[in-house]
């Protein structure tokens, strides 16, 4: 029997207490679904949706894309980002100078003393 | 008969196999590209069998050494050398046997993946001539104990590397990201070729436990250590030399990316090899720790919080990889910086290096899926954009499945493979600095955030009319997914198992130097 048990020096972690919770997880989702309406129909008028009378957008119109999420996030860090995001020049004379001036830092750091 | 001559040679022949494979291929490929496709799926499906039926020899025998041209292959220091091994010898022992089985199962599966997704293109030959190349440079680094035998890998790596990041030409793009790769890799490399100058220079020898014996740590040994830490810093993609990464994972074909991980990885294995093994506890391992440190932390936040803006679905990921090497770095940095203090060392510095270690092996598993199902999704609608994908989860719903995996493993999300690793670097990091350890957690916060978008992006929503007729990958490409996605709930649900049979092992051979040493010089 194999151990599933990993010891960290400090405590330990059972993957199978994690995969009991996935399972009764997965049970609950299942009673839910289970007791749903019965009377569902793919492919029918049931499965429109319902916005206050008004027709359907189309589905590009709804779908919410990578660039709309997480703007509150960038907008609080954009003083961050505004320094970070231009140091990624794509220029190959930079990025060798990046990488000379940490050679130089390392050898200060490590020669010196 | 054949059974004792691959049992005899085997370190050589997971090098020698893909290489002459290599060679070979454009050869066989002019019969047909059934026969292409069988020699090259034959070739990686060899040198897997080879490379796990060595770390069995590895974990049962200890360390196995190969020595090139000798009357016996174990014959490390000839009578009349002068007490020098003159010749060019590789090493095998558990952390070079563990680096060998993962990257010889993540060649296996790429290059199935590889079958189906890029069928379609044209001089498949060249290109699986190149793969295989690839695949025998990173053999070779992480069996080698020869100085300049590892430059010659290093070089290998990085032409076969640039020839493979240009092979989708994408109007001009791709090649320009394989000329900034070369660039970066050459200056690398030559930082590397100084280092290894300096080095025979003042010692007279390239053997890796020849040089571990006679090192003293003098001022331009100081300045050949500094070289070897950028030039593969570099070739691994640590912050602030990171900036080739995403230029090139973002444009090479999605199973060249996954390959150019392995090789990434590669490059920190030697990183490791070098200042543990060869260096050792003669340098001031407490500054060159938290210099692994400061790169590992840089390069886990930088890392991450350059993914979340990108669109680029190839490129979001590739700066994830830089965030997970930065976990790799720390641990690998903190089990450095308590190197010389035993009591601290056996408390939580080898469980740091073994969660660095381990992660190594977990991250070259999910960034590869990763990597394969973005190709994979790109492979059917054609853009990287992740503005323009949306609802794919209703026609591609395996490769929903394994994304979803990655995700959760790169995440940390219990219980995938990820999380185990993390949760060593995690646990004992708080020992040795918890400041250290909070600033991982919140790396995998945001990890986990911006792969919300990700997910969000290509499978959620309503199907769109532009994708409604997006069927599911190939088969081959499942498989290959597959593979990756199985290794990864198996090492997530036997972290104990992986950790004593591979990590544990892999760990104490990087700070038993002495054994590497009585190992090749016999005892002296």
Known sequence: ?113 | MITDFVIKNAPILVVAIPLIGAFLCPLVARISPMWRKTWVLGVVTVTSLIAILLASIVLTQGTVIYVFGASTSNLTVPIDSGGIPIRIIFTVDAMSAAMEVIMAMIGFSVILYSMSADQERSSLEQYYTLFLLLICSVMGMVTTGDLFNFFVFLEISSMASAGLVAYRVEKGRAIEAAIKYFIVSTIAAIFFLFAIAILYGQYNALNIAMLAQRLQFTLIDKIALILIVMALSTKCGAVPMHFWTPDAYSLAPSSVTAMLVVVSLASLYALFRFVFTMYGLTLSYVTIGWVLITLGVLSMVIGVTMAIPQKDVQRLIAYQGISQIGYMLLGMGVGLAVLGNPAQLSSFGIIAMEGGIFHIINHAIYEGLLFLTAGSIIYRIGTRDLDKMGGLGHSMKYTMIFFMIGVLAIAGVPPFNGFASKLLIYESVYLFNPVLAIIALVVSILTLASFVKVFHSIFMGPRLLEYAGVREAPLPMLIGMGILAVLIVVFGFFPQVVVNTIVAPAAQALVNQGGYLSVILGGR
């Open chain 1, 1 to 113: 029997m194999p151990d599933f048990t990993l010891f960290t020096g400090s405590g330990f972690w059972n993957p199978i207490f994690w995969f009991v919770s996935i399972i009764v997880a997965l049970i609950l989702i299942y009673i839910i679904y289970a007791s749903g309406e019965k009377g569902y129909k793919r492919g029918t008028e049931q499965v429109k949706p319902f916005i206050s009378g008004n027709p359907e957008p189309a589905k590009r119109g709804v779908q919410i894309s990578a660039g709309n999420l997480y703007w509150g996030y960038m907008d609080s860090l954009r003083v961050y980002y505004r320094n970070l995001i231009p140091l990624h020049t794509g220029i190959i004379t930079d990025y060798l100078l990046w990488m000379f001036c940490v050679t130089a830092i390392l050898l200060i750091l490590v020669v010196i003393p």
